[in-house]
């Protein structure tokens, strides 16, 4: 794959992708273009905070609310995590067990585990397990074969 990169001092940025095949890799870079600029609103007990997408670290449902964190706040989101993950609508998010939704460009180191899992360890040190229903998906992800 060619990559141009050059730097405009006048003009809108503007980025354009050509591709013969629209291939997974393909479609992750587009779905990060479009959706650079997402936005969520949570709760911190009074306080309302807005916050992209790419502060996330993980998304957690405990006892039907749904609970964001960041590296310095834990967020309670309206919705649940399916409809976080249809609005969401990028490669960026992956669904590692029924209850955690986990951001795959925070995630620092990943080890193998007994049973088929993965221990997923984040940026702020957190663990994650990837249960075995979902590695063999997260697996497919890492290679880029998922679409």
């Not at 075995?132 to 679409?147: C, D, I, V």
Request: net charge negative.
């Amino acid at each position: 794959m060619k990559i141009d990169v050059k730097q405009i001092t006048e003009g809108e940025d503007s980025v354009t992708v050509r591709y013969r095949e629209l291939t997974p890799p393909i479609n992750r870079i587009i779905s990060i273009l479009r959706d650079s600029g997402g936005k969520l609103w949570g709760k911190s007990g009074d306080e309302s905070l807005c916050f992209g997408y790419d502060d996330i670290l993980y998304l957690e449902s405990v006892d039907d609310k749904v609970f964001a964190y960041t590296d310095e706040h834990v967020l309670k989101i309206e919705g649940s995590l399916n409809s976080f993950m249809l609005e969401a609508d990028n490669e960026i998010f992956f669904r590692c067990s029924k209850s955690m939704v986990m951001n795959v460009n925070r995630v620092s180191s990943l080890k193998s585990l007994s049973s088929n899992r993965i221990d997923a360890v984040m940026e702020g040190g957190e663990h994650i397990i990837i249960s075995r229903r979902y590695a063999s998906e997260f697996r497919k992800l890492l290679r880029g074969e998922r679409e």
